[in-house]
């Protein structure tokens, strides 16, 4: 096999890498923007009840093995939103019922009072959730995907460059440094 052969299969199978590369991140970059808005966001503090509805009430503890009619009944005395899913679950030893989007819980303050809580989150609030992992399983699979394309893609930038052939020592000094910085950043936060 001659130069010139080796060459065109070269630029065949660096083609298929750049296809896959082009496709897979364009696929995956809602996924990508979310958790890059998200996360940013909730580094300065900006929780998931940023932008939510939130109504409190301040009620009588729960009778036992009625929590369910009785939340419903407080609903709807006041006039607030019945869940979607009224089915009752025990969160950190509260009583909740509803989705990320709308929640009512009961909660018990440290002085003893209890509360009800309705909270209707924003598109942001329910965004940042399933950044936590805290969603149905369905969104856990694009995270788990796009974990493992963000791989991929540096292994086919890699390929598709072939290594950077033309700026090998600027290219190792980047990944180098960024190894270093990166560690660096790990030491001083433990």
Known sequence: MNLIDK?????KKKKVWMQVHLYLSLFFLPAA???GVTGSLYLFDIREEAGAN??????????????QETI???????????PNDTTLKIRRRNPSMGSMRYNVMVLKEK???????????????????????????????IAISFSI???????SGLIITSFCKKK???????????????????????
Do not use: D, W
């Open 149 to 155: 394309s963000l791989v991929f893609f540096y292994i």
């Open 168 to 190: 090998r020592k600027p290219a190792l000094f980047a990944f180098f440094s960024g190894l270093l910085i990166t560690s660096l950043m790990v030491f001083l936060s433990i």
């Open 7 to 11: 060459g065109i299969i070269c630029l």
């Open 33 to 35: 923007l979310i958790y």
């Open 111 to 141: 002085n003893g009072t209890y509360i009800l809580r309705a909270v209707e989150r924003s598109l942001y609030g329910i965004l940042l959730l399933m950044h936590k992992g805290k969603g149905e399983f369905y969104f856990n699979i």
């Open 72 to 82: 419903l009944r407080i609903l709807r005395e006041n006039h607030l939103k019945i």
């Open 54 to 67: 939130i109504h409190e009430i301040i009620i009588n503890p729960l009778p036992q093995g009625h929590e």
